[in-house]
């Protein structure tokens, strides 16, 4: 992703989607910890009360041609992100396969910005010699499970139990995309 884009959402509201950078630490540790807290934050890896990210390991993240983090800003604020990574880098045999992640607060939800994201990081997934995505998806997210599906990724596991969360046991489905190159 070379350029910032201008994206108009549903709503008609424009917004800002564009590659986070290393100087983006403090805006998306903001973003995180509203999102922590976000009524529809289903992400199994996010909570409530989370420490703060490593300032450097973050900023090489950002930073790395592995992986692509992608921001979505209003104005000052981040609303959302997701991101793709490979899972092993220059790895001869399973270097060709990448997980991707998306977030959006709530209030900014069915507004197609999770389903521009997927498109993101697909193009970048073409660009980087990926020939497989997985996404990993809990069982009781119809809209993540939604969003995937409509862009082609089929359920094809479960990891049962992955998760212990308000007194309730969660599943979370494997999810992939082949492609074709
Ligand atoms: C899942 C999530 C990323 C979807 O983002 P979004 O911006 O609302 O998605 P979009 O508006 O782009 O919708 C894309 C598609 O997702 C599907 N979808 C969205 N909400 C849905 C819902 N509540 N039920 C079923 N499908 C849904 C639809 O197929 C939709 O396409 P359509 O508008 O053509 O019908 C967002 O709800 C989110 O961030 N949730 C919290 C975090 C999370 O669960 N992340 C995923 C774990 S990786």
């Not at 800002?16 to 403090?26: P, S």
């Not at 992640?101 to 990926?130: C, M, P, R």
Request: hydrophobic residues 35%; contains cysteine; positive net charge.
């Amino acid at each position: 992703m070379k350029r910032a884009i201008q994206f108009k959402l549903k709503n008609g509201k424009i917004v800002t989607i564009r590659r986070t950078r290393g100087y983006d630490y403090e805006a998306q540790m903001k973003f995180m910890e509203k999102f922590s807290k976000d009524p529809g934050a289903f992400n199994t890896w996010q909570y409530a009360g989370q420490p703060k990210k490593d300032k450097e390991k973050s900023i090489k993240m950002y930073e790395s041609d592995d992986c692509l983090f992608v921001s979505v800003w209003d104005g000052n604020n981040i609303i959302a992100m997701g991101n793709i990574e490979k899972y092993r880098a220059g790895h001869p045999y399973s270097g060709r396969s990448a997980g991707v992640a998306v977030s959006v607060l709530q209030k900014y939800t069915h507004n197609g910005i999770g389903s521009k994201l997927l498109d993101i990081f697909e193009k970048w997934a073409h660009e980087n010699n990926i020939h497989v995505l997985y996404a990993g998806v809990r069982h009781t997210n119809l809209a993540s499970l939604g969003n995937c599906m409509k862009h082609g990724y089929e359920i094809t596991g479960i990891k049962h139990d992955s998760a212990y969360i308000n007194g309730e046991w969660i599943h979370e489905y494997i999810l992939e995309k082949i492609i074709e190159k």
